[in-house]
């Protein structure tokens, strides 16, 4: 992220179809107030779209004259990629092309909420750290095996930065901010935009410490459930869970009947279910890899257990689950 001093910071943005259109705002407005408070272009930034035309975000803000990826002429520092929904579709060889050209070029490569899928789809993330919205991290992990994916907020990784998305970007913008024009800068800017602190990349997506408007349950409940989304391919036993948490297996068995309704058991294979879901909708992984994937030992025991949950079997819900694919990435999971 080294630059001359002497020249503004240029930061391309390729917005794709149903781009994180929040992110987007977060990402470019500290490098806004950054400009405003040093009173000069520092930073400076351009939207690309993959033809030039109208992009619409996933929450239906579109942004106008953008610049085809094709055409521009500008040189980037920064190259961001905004992703949101089926980042898989976007796998075309002259985008990819000019990805690794831009590379080759020493451009800070930015993958945004999704968009590691697209730098990774490239070939542009083997052995680099990434970070993705955390409901898409399962598939990740799937598709790119070589990559070390993690659930925090932001990852800087020498010229590959990836970022979850959301206010999240904010931070990572306030980041960059930092390491190039100090921290007297960063923190100005922070107050500006009323950003109450600058969030370290490696806190977590998902805190254990706070929720936005307080806890719900118990926090042995909650170490349950970690242990649980944490070994999702191999479960455990519930006699394991209830050690590893400090309690008998009949008081973990209270807690789960009382905060969620359901024994822990049936709650275990619904996470397991819901990941099972969610590698069925973001890849072209076969039905027996998702099976195991998920802790099931055969495709039969899986797609009797998915039916009867979801009451359609997986081959048919790979194909509706995608029409229209926002509303099914992580289909009515809210944890706990």
């Given amino acids: 992220m080294t630059h001359q001093a002497n020249t503004p910071v240029s930061i391309g943005m390729l917005l794709l179809p149903a781009f994180n259109g929040l992110a987007a705002q977060s990402l470019i407005d500290p490098f806004r107030a950054a400009n405003y ?34 055409e521009t002429q500008t040189r980037f520092d920064f190259l961001v990629v905004n992703a949101s929904w089926t980042p898989e579709k976007y796998q075309d060889r002259q985008l990819q092309t000019w990805l690794r050209i831009l590379a080759h070029q020493d451009t800070t490569l930015v993958g945004i909420d999704t968009g590691a899928f697209v730098l990774a789809f490239a070939g542009l993330m083997e052995g680099y ?33 990836t970022c979850c998305g959301g206010l999240a970007a904010v931070d990572l913008a306030l980041e960059i901010i930092r390491i190039q024009q100090g921290i007297d800068l960063a923190n100005a800017a922070a107050r500006y935009i ?6 370290p990349g490696e806190e977590s997506q998902l805190s254990r410490h706070y929720e936005p408007i307080g806890y719900t349950v118990p926090e042995l409940l909650r170490e349950a459930i970690i242990l649980m989304e944490r070994n999702l391919e191999k479960p455990l036993g519930l006699s394991k869970i209830a050690h590893d948490v400090g309690i008998s297996q009949r008081q973990l068995e209270r807690l789960f009947k009382k905060f969620t309704g359901l024994t822990p058991m049936r709650y275990y ?37 998915y ?19 926002q509303f099914r990435s992580f289909p009515g999971y809210s944890g706990v």
């Fill in 37 to 70: 408070l040093r009173g000069a272009t520092i930073y400076q930034w351009q939207f690309l779209s993959l033809d030039g035309q109208d992009v619409t975000a996933s929450n239906g803000f579109v942004v106008g004259n953008t610049v085809g990826f094709a």
């Fill in 194 to 199: 009323f950003q109450e602190r600058l969030r």
């Fill in 307 to 325: 039916k009867g949950y979801f009451k359609i079997i997986p081959s048919l819900d790979r194909i509706e689950g995608r029409i229209p694919f």
């Fill in 269 to 305: 294979i619904n996470v397991r279910l819901y990941r099972a879901r969610a590698l069925l909708t973001q890849t072209e992984l076969s039905i027996a890899e998702i099976a195991s994937a998920c802790g099931f030992n055969n495709t039969e025991h899986f797609t009797r257990s």
């Fill in 129 to 161: 750290r990434a970070v993705v919205h955390y409901e898409h991290i399962d598939a990740f992990g799937e598709l790119f095996p070589n990559t070390q994916i993690d659930q925090v907020l932001f990852v800087v990784d020498r010229d590959r930065l």
